[in-house]
């Protein structure tokens, strides 16, 4: 995915947590390159098989603990 693309999902997020969506923006920009698909297989969590994964690039205990229920 592009900026463009994710933007919408980021200004989303920042209002339904009070967080600046910029802040949001510049996380996705340093940690995934807007890279919803990325996953990162040479840390420490990758190699206890929890890699990070995605935009923000959360390992997945950590999303499901934080992510709220649709």
Not at 44 to 69: C, E, V, W
Request: proline residues 4%; charged residues 20%; glycine residues 8%.
């Amino acid at each position: 995915m592009a900026r463009q693309d994710v933007l919408p999902y980021l200004q989303q997020a920042g209002a339904a947590y009070g967080t600046n969506w910029k802040v949001l923006d510049n996380i996705a920009r340093r940690e995934s390159t807007y890279n919803t698909g990325v996953v990162n297989d040479w840390d420490s969590n990758a190699r206890a098989g929890t890699p990070s994964a995605g935009l923000m690039q959360f390992i997945k205990p950590t999303f499901d603990a934080f992510a709220r229920q649709a």
